[in-house]
């Protein structure tokens, strides 16, 4: 890819890859936990955090018979782009043949940002268009930045537009090499503060980052975004239903995403599995502009990994808890789940306080 491309090429290649990705009853199966947070998921069954175990496990999620009936993208960790499965075939290669659209995160990661109200910012985009390049030829379509605002810190002003600017260039520089951006602005669980609060702070932030993407030529038809949705913060002692949640999400989508962004594709934070897929269920009950759907990591392996445990005998069971949970969120992305027969477990919430992601 090079920035000679004119740019209704690159929108041309960005609109093939959003069809795939953003098709009917599909969402994105998140694999890019960098090497340490993949290891904290490892130590939670008792394995070793090694380039064998770490194999072992991505090999199980992308090799699911009939995965690609859900999942229409997958992204990828930059050791993960590169692997192949412990059979010796490439992952991307076997993510093709279920077609699945293969994806990278770019960022660098989160590091504090100085004169702000101990908040981070988001590194990586020095050698980003080289690297985008690189990961172009080596089979990704699409790229994912991830950078995070904390309420109980603020956020400042200076962290809400260090966010928004570190998303629009990289959204800028992955649409000139070819590669969908999904731009992902999180609001963080953390605090005890109501829902009231965190649909301030988003309306606040996705403004932020929609005006710095339009300062940046970024073209809103050749983008993903994948936002948080609209919840209470994890200690308020105020939960919200799935219908409040829907109602306070679908308002901020309407209020500050333009129709010509293609897909929402809903990270799910320290959701619970079932949470999750209820909530994602209560914003599909009516038609939205957008293709409403989901793009989870932890709401989509926990169970999984758990069966797993390292065990080679429990790979297929393994494997059917994660086909499992992408029928349901394929289900709630067309609005017809129900939570009927879930495992309890499946019902667990997960918050953790993790910014090394």
């Not at 969908?180 to 953390?190: C, K, N, Q, R």
């Not at 913060?233 to 409040?244: F, L, M, N, S, V």
């Not at 994660?322 to 289900?331: T, V």
Request: aromatic share 8%.
């Amino acid at each position: 890819m090079s920035s000679s491309r004119p740019r209704y090429m690159l929108l041309l290649l960005c609109t093939h890859v959003q069809k795939t990705i953003a098709s009917p009853g599909r969402g994105i199966l998140a694999m890019d936990e960098s090497n340490a947070t993949c290891g904290k998921r490892l130590d939670s069954i008792g394995l070793e955090n090694t380039e064998a175990n770490r194999q072992a496990f991505r090999t199980l999620l992308v090799s699911v018979p009939g995965l690609g009936n859900h999942i229409s993208g997958a992204i990828l960790f930059e050791e993960t782009l590169y692997q192949s499965t412990v059979d010796g075939k490439k992952i991307v290669d076997i993510l093709v043949e279920q077609g699945i659209v293969p994806g990278i995160k770019v960022d660098k990661g989160l590091v504090p940002l100085t004169g702000s109200n101990d908040e981070s910012w988001c590194q990586g985009l020095d050698g980003l268009a080289s690297r985008e390049a690189a990961y172009y030829q080596q089979g990704a379509r699409f790229a994912k930045w991830r950078t995070v605002v904390s309420i109980p810190n603020g956020p400042s002003e200076l962290a809400v537009k260090e966010a928004a600017w570190g998303l629009a260039r990289y959204a800028a520089i992955s649409q000139d090499n070819g590669l969908v951006p999904i731009v992902e602005p999180e609001i963080l669980l953390d605090g005890e503060h109501g829902i009231e609060r965190t649909f301030e702070v988003a309306q606040k932030v996705w403004a932020e980052t929609f005006y710095q993407m339009a300062q940046n030529n970024v073209m809103f038809e050749g983008i993903l975004l994948k936002p948080s949705m609209v919840t209470p913060g994890a200690e308020c002692k105020d939960r919200a239903t799935p219908e409040q949640v829907a109602d306070y999400t679908l308002k901020l989508l309407s209020r500050r995403v333009p129709p010509a962004v293609p897909g929402i594709m809903f990270l799910s934070g320290g959701q619970s599995e079932v949470e999750a897929t209820l909530n994602l269920n209560a914003m599909n009950q009516g038609p939205n502009p957008w293709h409403v759907s989901f793009s989870y990591a932890r709401a989509l392996q926990n169970t999984c990994l758990k069966t797993w445990g390292g065990r080679p005998e429990n790979v297929k069971a393994a494997q059917e808890a994660l086909l499992l949970r992408a029928k349901a969120n394929s289900l709630a992305q067309l609005g017809k789940y129900t939570s009927d027969g879930e495992a309890a477990e499946a019902k667990e919430g997960m918050f953790v306080k993790n910014y090394s992601y």
